[in-house]
């Protein structure tokens, strides 16, 4: 009998640590799944106070508008000035080889950024989508006449040229390069014409964990005709260092070099549209994408969704790193096939 009470408890404590261990795999299973799918839950929707349109996190919430600025990027314009302070940059061509960048600072506005250029409609539409006040210097007649007639809320450096409070020029540089913004002049000038500098914009989605790509890319080189632009990738800051051929994109002032998280590469359909070699460019239709992040590629797609270039893959929005990004729009006829890639 007493043998049978001990062989009874033996395979009751079997049962149970098996129960048991059951039960640990189950709950060890459920963390697993939590903690994957609280990896993917885009930033914004966990409850923290973060920078839309980086998704760093911040010790307030911004409540000031998007700045939406056109940079020159002629060579003789380099290097420039306030670039390591952008949210995004979207770098767009604009007559000839030659692109010309719109920078969008939020979390971060440096007192002064240039030089300043003039006006084209695929920027100030996305300026305007984005929700963000546009600045420039000059525009065609029919262009200005857009933006008057309502195309977007915008500072015009014509207006305010060398007053030293909005604008000013610079010695060392000659004209059309040598126009600065000063952004402490921005309020002022923007309520005087009656527009509102407080208005958070929509977060973007990003992504807390890991990425989901397995193809490796280290040095991405992107041709604009004469102009090569790369971007070199580092391990170490896990951040992607930018070039115009061989000169490495830095502040003007202390060389501070821009360092992205985020680099999009998409392509559309342009059209030159006049003498001049004003384009239009189709940033409605979607099309082909390459998305690199974290010394990775992933071949997406992107979307124009709700005013905003994003990647997509088998219709969802692929989450940003947070950190600041920089979007290189290439037109169809060289496509995202041109773009070299090393591991």
């Known amino acids: 009998m ?27 299973d459920q963390q697993k799944k939590e903690t994957s799918e ?21 010790d307030e ?25 952008a949210d995004i940059v979207f ?16 979390s971060q506005v440096p007192d002064v950024i240039g030089p300043i250029r003039s006006a084209r409609p695929y920027y100030f539409n996305l300026a305007d989508d984005y929700g963000a006040l546009y600045i420039y210097h000059g ?14 809320d915008y500072l015009n450096g014509a207006y305010y040229d060398n007053n030293q409070t909005l604008f000013k020029r610079e010695s060392f540089r000659v004209a059309p390069h040598n126009s600065y913004l000063i952004t402490a ?15 958070s914009p929509d977060p973007l989605t990003f992504n807390r964990g890991e990425i989901s790509a397995s193809e490796k890319a280290s040095e991405i080189s992107i041709s604009y005709g004469n102009d090569v632009v790369r971007y070199l990738y580092n391990d170490e800051a896990k951040t992607y260092t930018r070039y115009n051929n061989q000169s490495q994109t830095k502040e003007l002032s202390d060389e501070t070099p821009i360092m992205l998280d ?23 239709s979607g099309g082909r994408a390459l998305l690199f992040q974290q010394g990775y590629v992933k071949r997406v797609n992107w979307e124009n969704i709700d005013g905003r270039l994003l990647p997509v893959e088998d219709g969802e929005v692929v989450p940003f790193v ?6 290189n729009v290439v037109p169809t006829s060289q496509g995202i096939d041109q773009v070299s890639l090393t591991e």
């Open 2 to 28: 007493k043998k049978i009470v001990i062989m009874a408890l033996i395979f009751v404590s079997v049962i149970l640590v098996a129960c048991n261990g059951d039960d640990a795999k189950t709950s060890k």
């Open 38 to 58: 609280q990896m993917r839950e885009p930033i914004e929707s966990m409850g923290e106070n973060v920078a839309p349109l980086t998704g760093e996190p911040l």
């Open 61 to 85: 919430p911004l409540t000031h508008r998007i700045l939406a600025v056109m940079v020159n990027n002629h060579p003789s314009a380099r290097p420039q000035s306030g670039l390591s302070q």
């Open 91 to 106: 770098e767009i061509l604009a007559e000839g080889n030659i692109t010309r960048l719109l920078a969008m600072f939020h």
């Open 139 to 152: 525009a065609a007649g029919f262009i200005e006449k857009m933006l008057q007639d309502g195309a977007a």
């Open 185 to 199: 002049g921005i309020d002022e000038a923007a309520t005087s014409k009656g527009y509102t500098v407080e208005q």
């Open 262 to 284: 985020n680099v999009f590469i998409l392509e559309t359909y342009h059209e030159v549209v006049d003498d001049a070699g004003r384009r239009e460019v189709d940033l409605a």
């Open 322 to 327: 947070p950190g600041q990004t920089w979007v």
